[in-house]
């Protein structure tokens, strides 16, 4: 169980750092838009950080269920 809690905090490490790119992106995306426009570039972005925040989430509930 160790070695698998251990590789699962260096995934959530590594997702970690991938939401941070991301939502930097996405600010700089928003930035870039007007008021009454958003691209479907920034929408994408958006669902992607989501996915990886759930997939963050879960990883967590594991480590903690099995640690």
Known sequence: FAT???ER???????SAKLVKLATDLKTEVDKTTKDTLSVN???KAEEIERLA???KEKMKLTVGQG
């Open 4 to 6: 698998a809690n251990a």
């Open 9 to 15: 905090k260096r995934q959530i490490a590594d997702d």
């Open 42 to 44: 920034v929408i994408r």
């Open 54 to 56: 759930r997939s963050v």
